[in-house]
């Protein structure tokens, strides 16, 4: 059964820090999105990637093909980051095939 | 554009009751699904859309039903509701991976929809 698997699964952080999520499958894939959801509870897609790193903002996404990872960065974390990010892997080119791991719930303090 | 509408926000119903969940999409994506989301779990996957005419069952498809007679609109009817199918629905949108410069993929998601059975 194809998985994914982020950590951790809570984040506490202070304002400023550096933060990183990640996010493992277990099989290969075709691209993987990470999503924000915000605590009012609406989903917004921050990235889609297939290789290598994007960078918007301060956030950064990497992926690794080879070790079936990516990671989530969020440089210079502020309060209005808490959310819970949620990875997706993408099996094959149909949205039926689109597992989503459980989320990392983050919470950025003043 | 309005991206993906998703209706009613709220809905409380008795056990046995129906309803559908309205779904529409301004963006002409051809690939449209529905998915719950429960406490501890990730979003699985009810059913989803490639296009219009065109659907098929995800992870977890039991009790809801769909059809697609156009591209905009993916309307899940819950055809005797059950309190187990208390969840957040969201409903979400997108073009195909990679078939043309344009289509990058990218998930558009509906605001989501509560739903309570008691």
């Known amino acids: 059964k194809n998985e994914v698997e982020q950590s951790p699964q809570n984040l506490t952080a202070q304002e400023g820090e550096f933060i990183t999520i990640n996010c493992s499958y277990s099989?290969?894939?075709?691209?993987l999105h990470w999503l924000q959801q915000h605590p009012g509870g609406g989903i917004v897609s921050l990235f889609m990637l297939s290789s290598g790193k994007k960078k918007h903002g301060r956030l950064i996404a990497t992926i690794n093909i080879q070790e079936k990872h990516s990671s989530l960065h969020i440089t210079a974390s502020h309060p209005r980051d808490s959310a819970v990010y949620i990875c997706?892997?993408?099996?094959?080119?149909?949205?039926?095939?689109?597992?989503f791991g459980k989320g990392t719930k983050l919470s950025v303090k003043p | 554009n309005a991206g993906v509408t998703q209706t009613p926000k709220f809905q409380v119903l008795k056990t046995g009751q129906s309803m559908t969940l309205q779904c529409a999409q301004d963006?002409?994506?051809?690939?449209m699904s529905w998915y719950r989301q429960d406490p501890g779990m990730g979003l699985r996957l009810i059913h989803y859309s490639v296009g219009a005419g065109i659907t098929d069952q995800g992870e977890v498809p039991n009790g809801y039903n769909v059809s697609r007679s156009t591209t905009e609109d993916f309307p899940l009817r819950l055809l005797s509701a059950a309190p187990s199918q208390t969840s957040v629905y969201f409903c979400a949108s997108s073009s195909p991976l990679f078939s043309s410069a344009f289509d990058t993929g990218e998930l558009f998601f509906g605001e989501g929809s509560r739903l309570t059975v008691l």
């Open positions: 963006m002409n994506h051809e690939y």
């Open positions: 997706a892997a993408h099996y094959g080119g149909s949205q039926g095939n689109l597992i």
């Open positions: 099989v290969g894939i075709s691209a």
